[in-house]
């Protein structure tokens, strides 16, 4: 199992330019989440899924949409980025999203830059 | 409304001394407490979880965390330190059971020198 992938890696955007990070799960888990992490800040999340066609927003949506239309994959878009989406970006998954039992699996991440 | 708070945002520490990584949270209702580590270049993975029982959890690396319900604390523990151990290591906390509450601290940078 290849776990939790995200492409790209490290990406530099301008401002007003659009862009998806990628995001793919092999575990067959129904929640998906993206969170952002900035320097002296904890990680925050950003939309998450509790299975295909549905999602939510979470505590700092603006700026980003998502999609699940399938269980495998959860792509974040960036319609127009800024400067203040500069950030390292994490996917995690889980089975069910509870977290009494079950266990996030979180990805490498993906380094944003935006000039 | 719920807030986790790591004071100590770098510890360096020699190999093989203890550590102690200070997490304290604000809530008002009952909470699941979790620390994760995050080794570098690497996605977040969970350390350990207090979700009800004994209030003293253990890692199966050798970390263990006990919760103070007074103090409203986590704090996490190591008797003795390796250079593997050289991570960032989060605390969060959740008033409920959907990983969408889950709210994590700024993080602690622990640097274990040989």
């Known amino acids: 199992n290849a776990g939790v992938t995200q492409t790209p890696k490290f990406q530099v955007l301008k401002t007003g330019q659009s862009m998806t990070l990628q995001c793919a799960q092999d575990?067959?888990?129904?929640?998906m989440s993206w969170y952002r992490q900035d320097p002296g800040m904890g990680l925050r999340l950003i939309h998450y899924s509790v299975g295909a066609g549905i999602t939510d927003q979470g505590e700092v949506p603006n700026g980003y949409n998502v999609s699940r239309s399938t269980t495998e994959d959860f792509p974040l878009r960036l319609l127009s980025a800024a400067p203040s989406q500069t950030s390292v970006y994490f996917c995690?998954?889980?089975?069910?999203?509870?977290?009494?039992?079950?266990?996030?699996?979180f990805g490498p991440g993906t380094r944003l830059t935006v000039l | 409304a719920q807030s986790v708070t790591q004071l100590d945002s770098q510890v360096p520490v020699f190999e093989e001394a203890p550590v102690e990584l200070r997490c304290n949270y604000s809530?008002?209702?009952?909470?699941?407490l979790f620390w994760y580590v995050q080794y570098p270049n690497q996605g977040l993975q969970l350390l350990l979880k207090y979700l009800s029982g004994s209030t003293l959890v253990e890692s199966i690396n050798g970390f263990e965390a006990e919760f103070n319900k007074s103090q409203t604390s986590f704090h996490l523990r190591k008797p003795s330190v390796h250079i593997s151990d050289t991570a960032e290591y989060f605390c969060a906390v959740s008033e409920g059971t959907g990983a969408n509450n889950l709210f994590f601290g700024t993080g602690t940078r622990l640097t274990v020198i040989p």
């Open positions: 995690a998954s889980s089975p069910s999203g509870a977290l009494g039992w079950d266990t996030q699996y």
């Open positions: 809530s008002s209702v009952s909470v699941y």
């Open positions: 575990m067959n888990h129904e929640y």
